[in-house]
Structures are given as structure tokens and as C-alpha cells.
């Protein structure tokens, strides 16, 4: 069913004087207004559809006259009235999420009119704006406005980007994903609003030429995220590496004709460079990440997905020169092992999140020295690595105190690795050990036992888990909130209500509709996100 949820806001000043009777609520700076699709499998459910509809949000106007952050995602019956209701009575307000609305450009050409201190503007996803109503928001509110988003809205074009260089002096992030944005729409803002610090594009049309006018014109950005870019090449990157020096976090996403080359222009121009992200580029390799690791010795985190040209050696210069490394994630790189990370582990010893998915080079080894080196490790993900097996959890449980595990689909591991992680991690909250096939009832003891935080773990097709191991786990982690065991053919309705009736703070469960009986049913009935699902 689709309803709306409301989530206040207050600020600490108000909170005490909010809960006295006759209390002022326009005080409140913040609502939340969403519209969410949820389901819980049931076919008797009798949960109430709510859509907010302009009178609601006229109401909302006439109650919180104060209000500076308002956010309607997808509430898809608000249009331009209700809109323009909130314009006019909530002149204080700075920030705006309309995501998924159909307001149109009324809706806009009103906040333009009374909104003069908005700073924040989201505008993904909502279909029939048109340059008309964008131009006349810029123009009403653009001296004030620091951050504009824009998705999949089709006929906002280059001219509206125009608008945003004219009146948008102070704008510091810009995000856009469009197949109508080209040069001209992006050269504009880079050449009219010199405090941009953040840039994200997804713009199939844009090419170099608005890249090096971005180099050019943009020296304070900070962060840099291309996606999906097929006709923009290594001169892009040159420009960035040679203005933009405060840079910090570049996102490269498929981008198929950058290159070494390229990485290594913004590794030499941009060595505060934190944070670099590095996804299924096929042409950057080995020597390109080599340049990051000399040059930018502060990086923190470093993502590589799909990158099988970057092998071992350039994670193991990454070890050796960049200290400050806190997060790594490795998806899909086949030429990485346990030599790199060995070497991570011996030269990132403040890492504090490591996550591997089928990364099938690495094994027992490349985790081993990960336990003995990285003493602040917290939140650790193996997925579908075949070759971690017990003796690497072992060293884990020994030498870190991880807060999250995910070892989905590793399946080497059995009960003595989850019994040594139970032992040795007393603050384990989350834990995925799905499609374990070795894992048992001896572990699910020994976490019951040892990690008394958890609060969610998914079990789903354990296939030697039964009802007397998950009892464990209901009656001991008491703070346990979501259980996914679907395809666990040793658990049955009995076990499914013990854990719907043992853990008191559960709201999700997902299991075989089969297995849940009418009395669990009608237990878990206000559990509003219980899920059940057919074999």
C-alpha cells in the first residue's frame, strides 16, 4: 500500500516548549512529507492508503509558518497549488525536496516569487517542468540558492543552465542527469558561479569542451562525479588535474576512454585528492592508480569495481604511500590477491572498513594480515569470495572488533569462523552469512551467546540452521530488528514464532509464507514491515 509518513524535525531550542500544552508548532524548521510503497505480503492486509493532497499541504502551510526544510518525495498529488500555499506562508523556508512531484512550472514560478532565502532545491524526477517555470524560479530565487539537483526532467534544457550562470552567483552544488543537457548549459554555470564546489553529471551529450571550462573556471570544486560519459577522453581530466586543486573526491563511472593518462594528470595537479571511486573504466590500469599512490598520500577511501586492468601491484603502492586509508572496496578487480592485500593491511593499519565481492584471488591469506594489521577494522564484507575460509574469520575475531560482517556466499566458512567472530566481537551488529551451506547450530549458539547487540542478521538458504540454533539467537540478541531466512529448510513455523514472539523490537521478517502460521500472523500483524514470500 502507499501512504505517507510524517518525521518532525524540532530543533533543541524548541523540544521542551514544543510539549507543553498550547505549545507554538510553527516553531518546527523541519517536515519530512514521503510517499513510500511498502507491502507485507499479506492478503488480508487492511492498511489505510494516504496521499497528501494540496489541502494537507495547505494545512502544513497555515500550521508551520517557520518552517526552513521541507521534503514531498514522490508525493505525486501535490501540485502547483499546494505548492504555492507553502511559497507564500513559509517565507523562511531554505530547503526544498520535490523529487518525484508533478508540480509544473506554476509550482515553480511561486517558490520563485516568495521563496527569497532558498538555498537547496531538489528537483529530480519531476516530469512536466519546462525552461519557462525554471528560468522564473532562478530568477526569483537564485541570489540565495547554493545547491541545485535535476533528473530526468526533459524539456529542462541548456537555456535553464543559462538562468543558473546568470542569478546563481553563490551556487555551490550542481547536480544533473540529462540527455538534453550539452556544452553550452554546462559551460554556463562553470563560467557564472565561481563557488562551485561540488559537480555530479550524467550527461550523455557533454563533452571535453565543458570539462576544460569546468578546469578553467571552477577552482574552488572540491568534488568531481562523471557518469556514463562515452565521448569525453583524457583532455577532460588533464583540465581538472591543472585547475582545480582543492579537489578532493573524484568519481570516474563508466567512462570508457579515459586512461592512465588522465588519472595520473589529477593525481600530479590534485594531491589533497580524499576519496577516489574508479568504475568499470576499462582503460584505467595499473600504472594510473600507481600516480595515486605517489602523489596523493592523504586519499581515505578508495573504491575499484570492475577493474581488470588494476592488479597487485598498484594496491601494493597504495599500501606503502597512503597511510590515512580508512576504506577500501574491491568489486570484480580478477587481477587482485593476496599480495595487495598484505600489503594494504601492513601499510593502511587505521583501515576501518574493507569490502571484497568476488574478488576470486583472494583468500585466507590477504584476511589474515588484515586481523593481525588493521586493530581499528569495524565493518568487514567477503561476499562470494570462494577462497576465505574459517582460519581468515579466525584471525578477524582475534585481532578487530568489527561492528558489521557480510560473508555471503563464502563458502569455506562454517561454524568455526562464525564461532570465532561470536567470541571476539561482542559489538557485532549486522551479520549476513547467506548461502553458507557448512554453517550450523553451533555457531547460531555461540552468537546468541556472545553478541547480545545484533540487531540484523540474514540467514537466508543456511541449509543446516534449524528451529533450536535460531532460538538462540530470539531468546539472547534481544535487540534483534530484521531476520531473513528465507530457503532455510531447518527452520519451520515453529521457529518462526519464536522469533516473531521472542524479540520484542523485530520489524521485518522474511520467511515462507508456508512457515508462518494463522496465531504468528496474526502476532507479527503490527510488525507493518513483515514480509512473507511464496517457494
Partial sequence: MGYAFFKFVVPKKHFLKGRRRGADHSVISALKIHSLAETNGSEDNETESYCLSDAGLAAVAAG????????????????????????????????????????????????????????DLNLRFCEGLTDAGFIKLVDGSGKTLKS???????????????????????????????????????????????????????????????????????????????????????????????????????????????????????????????????????NIGTYGLESIARSCTHLSELALLYCQRIGNFALSEIGKGCKFLQALHLVDCASIGDE????????????????????????????????????????LSLRFCDRVGDEALVAIGEGCSLHHLNVSGCHQIGDAGIIAIARGCPELSYLDVSVL?????????????????????????????????????ANRCTLLETSHMVYCPGITAAGVA????????????LVEKWKVSPRTKRRAGSIISYLCVDL
Wanted: proline share 1%; glycine share 8%; aromatic share 4%.
Fill in 437 to 473: 551451506q557448512d554453517l550450523g547450530d553451533m555457531a547460531m549458539v555461540e552468537l546468541g551467546e556472545g553478541c547480545p547487540l545484533l540487531r540484523d542478521i540474514v540467514l537466508s538458504h543456511c541449509r543446516q540452521i534449524t528451529d533450536v540454533g535460531l532460538s538462540y539467537i
Fill in 340 to 379: 595487495a592485500i598484505c600489503s594494504i593491511a601492513r601499510g593502511c593499519c587505521n583501515l576501518k572498513r574493507l569490502h571484497i565481492r568476488r574478488c576470486y584471488e583472494v583468500g585466507n591469506k590477504g584476511i589474515i594480515a588484515v586481523g593481525e594489521n588493521c586493530k581499528f577494522l569495524t565493518d
Fill in 64 to 119: 508551520f509558518s517557520k518552517l526552513e526544510k521541507l521534503s514531498l518525495i514522490w508525493c505525486s498529488n501535490v501540485t502547483h497549488v499546494g505548492l504555492r500555499s507553502i511559497a507564500e506562508k513559509c517565507i523562511f523556508l531554505k530547503s526544498l525536496d520535490l523529487q518525484g512531484c508533478y508540480v509544473g512550472d506554476q509550482g515553480l514560478a511561486a517558490v520563485g516569487e516568495f521563496s527569497k532565502q532558498l538555498e
Fill in 498 to 509: 519464536t522469533m516473531i514472539t521472542s524479540c520484542t523490537n523485530i520489524k521485518k521478517v
Fill in 148 to 282: 541545485i539537483s535535476l533528473a530526468a526532467c526533459a524539456k529542462v534544457t541548456d537555456t535553464s543552465l543559462e538562468a543558473v550562470g546568470s542569478h546563481c552567483r553563490s551556487l555551490e552544488s550542481l547536480s544533473l542527469d540529462s540527455e538534453c543537457i550539452h556544452d553550452k548549459g554546462v559551460l554556463a554555470v562553470a563560467q557564472g558561479c565561481p563557488q562551485l564546489k561540488v559537480l555530479k553529471l550524467q550527461c550523455v551529450n557533454v563533452t571535453d569542451g565543458a570539462l576544460q571550462g569546468v578546469g578553467t573556471c571552477c577552482l574552488s570544486l572540491e568534488l568531481l562525479a562523471l557518469y556514463s560519459f562515452q565521448i569525453f577522453t583524457d583532455k577532460s581530466l588533464c583540465a581538472i588535474g591543472k585547475g582545480c586543486k582543492r579537489l578532493k573526491s573524484l568519481t570516474l563511472n563508466d567512462c570508457t576512454f579515459l586512461s592512465d593518462k588522465g588519472l595520473e594528470a589529477v593525481a600530479v595537479g590534485c594531491t589533497g585528492l580524499t576519496h577516489l571511486e574508479v568504475n568499470g573504466c576499462h
